[in-house]
């Protein structure tokens, strides 16, 4: 009998997903229908193709004019990078518990 209410149970389930899906389905199709008939889309889909398709620019010899020869304001005048400090443990800043104040932290219930 339970087996039976399990079966009965997925095929319902079953048949309303399967319902579901295919309106969820019609659904997605139409709007991608709609987003294809769309003019501003055909135009950013042609702009993207031209930017893949075209031919890139021939590198310039020589360095680009972003690169510098002055060092970075975070290296020293001989142009090293300062040795990073090194980490200390915390310190911590409240008492260990020991019989005396743990007899504190007991609440009246």
Known sequence: MRLLTVAAGVAVGY???TRAGREKYDQIVAS????RANPT????VQTVQE???SPTPAPSPGPSPAVTAT???ALDPAGVAP???KRTPA?????PI?????SDLETPV
């Open 98 to 102: 020991t019989p005396e104040t743990a």
């Open 91 to 95: 310190k911590a800043t409240t008492k």
């Open 15 to 17: 048949v309303l997903g």
């Open 32 to 35: 991608t229908g709609r987003l």
């Open 71 to 73: 060092p970075s304001p």
């Open 83 to 85: 040795k990073p400090r």
């Open 41 to 44: 889309a055909g135009q950013a």
């Open 51 to 53: 930017l893949f398709t």
